[in-house]
């Protein structure tokens, strides 16, 4: 945000106060001033009067011009196409030293000589305004020949070029930073004394109607006014220039002014552009935005004005609005519905003033000041009342939150001058409500950090941290001890960790079939393109890290990373993600320099070395990444914590990767605390296997669901250990599951253990259809 002194002074009176004080003032109230630059005419830079301007003989491109400078007559060649236009003119003398180390000299241009230079605004150390020389009128004073620029109050200024913060939205505008200097010093804003020159014309309702409906949810004002050869005045222009814009349409550039003066967003129309739509302005949605139209769309309310509705230089009557949006509604079309915008959304999307009647009262005080327009009486308008939420204030929160105990009276003193109001006040709390213009306060927080900022942090005095040790066995700590164990084992088994951010690309989740954050719920100021959305699985970063590995070398990629993901709604939670690719291992001597590539087994020993005993169940494929018929579930404790697969050969094509597996386990759902300790059995252990004919298509997963919860508690743990297959069977396969079985009273005899066996494969009889082989 670009301000000068000199036109904050015309919002707020600061000419008893040094610039260095209103440096150190900004940054105690916490807006961080960047950077602070003088205006320095350099001298002998006169106002000069061109009395004659003629072709260069010898130059089609050259003018040789005659002008006043008070003291004499100078014959200057000029250049500039704009010369012959212009009748007050910048002139540097001869001496003159300007930026650049540039001295003017007398000198001989095609054969005609030249006594000094007529300048143009960057020749003078000023922005560019326009393509030649910069034409001077009495917008910055009295413009008396053979009188030094520098002179001039109005080039007697400094620039203060402040950063500031996305949230602080009040204070784009010159009037917003008088407002902060106002409570910093306990000045007032200056009133603007208008000279009301309405009545003259006709009422805004003869030669223009408002046509609205009805879910238009903006505040919108109208005006118009008359003006015959529009054209800025160079006050105008040059400090538009100063505030970084620079715009070839002279109406948007007084709307600009306007805008950057008062914080109230402020566009200008041709009426032309409404009269030929039966003198009509209609207000109606264009999808989920608020939009203004003529003969066609002319803006859009909050972000962009079309060029087809900006005034031509041969337009006499204009349409000023002034108009509001709500910052974070705004914001959150623009992100579900991306269009083009122009200098207006910067500002609407981070909260301009409502009070729209100053930016129109400014604006008439500018056009009968400075353009001498006959501005139409009445206006046109829809507008509904913007109140901002009350927030309880406890004088004991807000004193633990600042460390100190301000005096109440303090308190309320600061926040009036903030333009809070009071609405109920108590020994112990108050109900306090921000201005309509702050749309950064929602909490008690908010509330605190203002007062501070205005009472002065370097007035807290600042104590030891005081507090009590509380138990650190708790979830959080819990969770740092498994991360860590994860970490640990990841490690021992050749893993490397990566750390990715937590942001992807939205079009590569929705590539592989991954869930997506909701439109309402998803980030409204993204980074960058390449990272527009949360991440909802650590897949698709690591897959590139895995392509990088594979391009500086690498040919075994071992990698893990434990991280948040979100889910659609963006409710957060943590997973532990392994991916295994290329080659077993490095080619050795022991390999012969032919090591084999990583298969799914790998990936399960490897999971089984880090979490202990799980096991598997085959799962159908849920998005792209995953191989059809190489997924299963991860049971682990007896939760399906997570799913591995192998990746889908498609993907691996497309992204020219090796084999390659992959491991998703959802962290908050292992339980990896130590065990504890159990009894056991001092009874002989004995093993036996039992070998049944199933059906091939029967998997062991169907056999340990028979078997799960009916077993006797002899049985202390099974699993297959052979599978076979031949012609002589068919359709059968022989499957080997071994039992382990004991008794925690007794050592069981072999009439028992045969007992238990001999039911077992009853109930796999009934259940598989199993047979004994």
């Known amino acids: 945000m670009i301000v000068t002194r000199n036109w904050l002074q015309e919002w707020i009176d600061i000419s008893d106060i040094p610039t260095q004080k209103l440096i150190e003032t900004l940054n105690s109230i916490g807006l961080e001033v960047a950077e602070v630059k003088k205006i320095d005419i350099p001298k002998n830079v006169v106002v000069g009067k061109i009395i004659s301007c003629q072709k260069h003989p010898k130059a089609d491109k050259l003018n040789v011009c005659i002008v006043d400078v008070g003291s004499e007559k100078l014959q200057i060649v000029c250049g500039a196409k704009n010369v012959v236009d212009a009748e007050y003119v910048a002139v540097a003398k001869i001496g003159a030293q300007l930026p650049g180390n540039f001295k003017i000299k007398p000198a001989k241009l095609r054969g005609v000589e030249s006594f000094g230079m007529i300048c143009s605004s960057t020749e003078l150390g000023l922005p560019k305004l326009e393509d030649g020389i910069m034409i001077l009128d009495s917008s910055i004073g009295e413009l008396a020949i053979g009188r030094e620029l520098r002179e001039f109050p109005f080039f007697q200024d400094e620039i203060i070029d402040i950063e500031l913060t996305a949230n ?16 910093a010093f306990g000045k007032n804003i200056k009133e603007q004394k208008i000279s009301e020159q309405e009545g003259v014309k006709v009422g805004i309702g003869r030669i223009l109607n408002l046509d609205i409906e009805k879910n238009i949810e903006s505040n919108l004002i109208y005006k118009a006014f008359e003006k015959k050869d529009f054209a800025n005045p160079l006050a105008v222009r040059l400090r538009v220039a100063i505030a970084g814009e620079n715009f070839a349409n002279a109406a948007e550039t007084l709307a600009f002014y306007i805008t950057h003066s008062t914080g109230i967003i402020t566009r200008i129309y041709s009426y032309r552009f409404f009269e030929e739509n039966n003198a009509q302005i209609k207000l109606k949605k264009d999808g989920e935005y608020d939009s203004v139209w003529g003969k066609e769309e002319a803006s859009v309310v909050g972000v962009i004005q079309f060029d087809s509705s900006k005034p031509f230089y041969d337009e006499e009557i204009f349409i000023l609005e002034a108009s509001y949006i709500d910052p974070q509604r705004i914001a959150k079309i623009m992100h579900s519905y991306p269009m083009k915008s122009d200098w207006v959304y910067y500002r609407s999307s981070r909260g301009s003033d409502p009070r729209l009647q100053i930016g129109i009262d400014y604006a008439k005080k500018i056009l009968n000041e400075e353009y001498s327009a006959t501005i139409y009486s009445g206006k046109h308008e829809i507008t509904k009342d913007i109140e901002r939420p009350a927030i309880k204030v406890d004088f004991d929160d807000l004193t633990k939150l600042i460390g100190v105990a301000i005096d109440k009276n303090s308190i309320v003193e600061i926040l009036k001058r903030l333009g809070f109001s009071i609405d109920h006040f108590t020994e112990d709390s108050m109900v306090v409500k921000p201005p309509v213009y702050r749309h950064d306060i929602f909490n008690l927080q908010d509330i605190a950090e203002e007062i501070v900022r205005i009472y002065g942090i370097d007035k807290i005095e600042a104590k030891p941290l005081c507090f009590e040790e509380k138990n650190r066995i708790n979830e959080a700590y819990y969770k740092h001890r498994s991360a860590k164990e994860l970490r640990e084992r990841a490690v021992a088994c050749g893993y490397f960790e990566t750390v ?7 079009e590569t989740l929705e590539k592989f ?51 948040a993901v979100f889910d659609s709604n963006r409710n957060e939670s943590t997973y532990f993600t392994l991916i295994y690719s290329g080659l077993r291992e490095n080619d050795a001597l022991f390999n012969r320099g032919k090591p084999s590539a990583v298969t799914f087994e790998d990936i399960t020993k490897d999971l089984g070395k880090i979490l202990g005993d799980f096991t598997l169940e085959r799962m159908e494929a ?59 059995s001092v009874y002989q252990l004995a093993l036996r296997d039992l070998s049944i004919l199933i059906d091939k298509d029967t998997d062991f997963q169907k056999i340990r669901d028979s078997l799960v919860g009916r077993l006797p508690k002899e049985i202390k743990r099974f699993y297959p250990v052979d599978e076979y297959t031949s012609k002589d069977l068919g359709n059968k396969k022989s499957l080997t599951v071994r039992f382990a079985v004991q008794s925690d009273q007794k050592t069981l005899s072999e009439d028992e253990i045969k007992a238990i066996m001999d039911y077992i494969l ?11 082989r």
């Open 500 to 506: 990715s951010y937590l942001f992807t690309k939205k």
């Open 513 to 563: 079939h991954l869930p997506v954050i909701a439109k309402e719920e998803d980030l409204l100021n993204p980074i960058t393109q390449e990272m527009d959305t949360l991440r909802t699985s650590l897949v698709p970063n690591m897959l590139e890290q895995v392509s990088t590995n594979l391009k500086n070398g690498y040919r075994s990629i071992k990698l893990f990373e434990i991280g």
């Open 622 to 680: 849920t998005n792209a990444l995953m191989h059809p018929y190489q997924s299963a579930k991860v049971i682990f404790k007896e939760k399906i914590v997570g799913r591995v697969y192998k990746l889908h050969t498609q993907l691996q094509k497309e992204l020219e990767l090796p084999e390659t597996f992959i491991a998703e386990l959802n962290f908050d759902a292992l339980d990896l605390l130590y065990p504890q300790a159990n009894e056991y």
């Open 762 to 772: 009853e109930i796999l009889q009934k259940e598989v259809g199993a047979s004994l």
């Open 168 to 183: 602080r939205g009040d204070c784009l505008s010159i009037l917003g930073i008088a407002r902060e200097f106002g409570v």
